[in-house]
């Protein structure tokens, strides 16, 4: 859950995202393969002709779940979402926990 936590704080931004996004496929290039494989099944009820007009990008818990389990050496969402939990629950449990000590 932490580290869910971290990129989902880390990506506070459009363009944090971006910028990590752009720096993580720099170092390895497959991440362009694997985000893309990403956005298709996301976008896969959307036929592909009108994807360009009805498609949208990752949200931030999407990119926080994914390079989460990139940092995890799993490579896939299902696996964070399936064995550990999923991000509105990360975020909901942070949440309580910080509020609580404020």
């Known amino acids: 859950m932490t580290e869910t936590k971290n990129f ?3 990506f506070s931004s459009e363009s944090a995202i971006k910028s990590y996004v752009a720096g993580c496929i720099a170092e390895d ?3 362009k393969e694997k985000l893309d494989t990403l ?3 996301v976008h896969k009820h959307i036929p592909a002709a009108e994807r360009h ?3 949208r990008d ?3 818990e999407e990119y926080a ?3 989460a389990s990139v940092s995890l050496v ?3 969402n299902d696996v964070i979402t399936s064995f550990y939990t999923p991000a509105n629950e990360v975020k909901n ?7 609580k000590n404020d």
Do not use: Q
């Open 8 to 10: 989902y704080d880390k």
């Open 58 to 60: 990752l949200t931030r």
């Open 74 to 76: 799993h490579f896939r």
């Open 65 to 67: 779940i994914f390079f």
């Open 93 to 99: 449990y942070y949440d309580k926990a910080f509020l």
């Open 29 to 31: 290039p497959k991440l």
């Open 53 to 55: 007009k009805r498609g």
């Open 39 to 41: 956005k298709d099944r």
